[in-house]
Nanobody, 122 residues
Framework: QVQLVESGGGLVQPGGSLRLSCAASGSIFSIDTMAWYRQAPGKQRELVAVVSREDNTNYVDSVKDRFAISRDNDKNTVYLQMNSLKPEDTAVYYC????????????????WGQGTQVTVSS
């Protein structure tokens, strides 16, 4: 069994910063790509940022130069540093990972965290 547990969300004023964390645990053989998604009320879930095992990163245009994704492979953890936050960044943020378990040794992409609320408001 594999779990992804997120932390770090909250309420912040426009222009402020937050750092999200997502730690994977359980019967993990290997983790490939890790990513952050978000879903605002009434909108579809969108990919925000992705990082490969080799630390190659990619971002949705709306967060480029404001957000930074990183990972610690020793801790099976992915981070999202969010700076210069705007009200339109308000959403539930979910982490996602491609994980090969000890049992399957095959990467699967359907591992998600429970979500953490980020609210940007004055």
């Amino acid at each position: 069994q594999v779990q992804l547990v997120e932390s770090g969300g909250g309420l912040v004023q426009p222009g402020g910063s937050l750092r999200l964390s997502c730690a994977a645990s359980g019967s993990i053989f290997s983790i490939d790509t890790m990513a952050w998604y978000r879903q605002a009320p009434g909108k579809q879930r969108e990919l925000v940022a992705v990082v490969s095992r080799e630390d190659n990163t990619n971002y949705v245009d709306s967060v480029k130069d404001r957000f930074a994704i990183s990972r610690d492979n020793d801790k099976n953890t992915v981070y999202l540093q969010m700076n210069s936050l705007k009200p339109e960044d308000t959403a539930v943020y979910y982490c996602n990972a491609w994980i090969a378990t000890l049992a399957s040794r095959r990467y699967e992409s359907n591992y998600w965290g429970q979500g953490t609320q980020v609210t940007v408001s004055s």
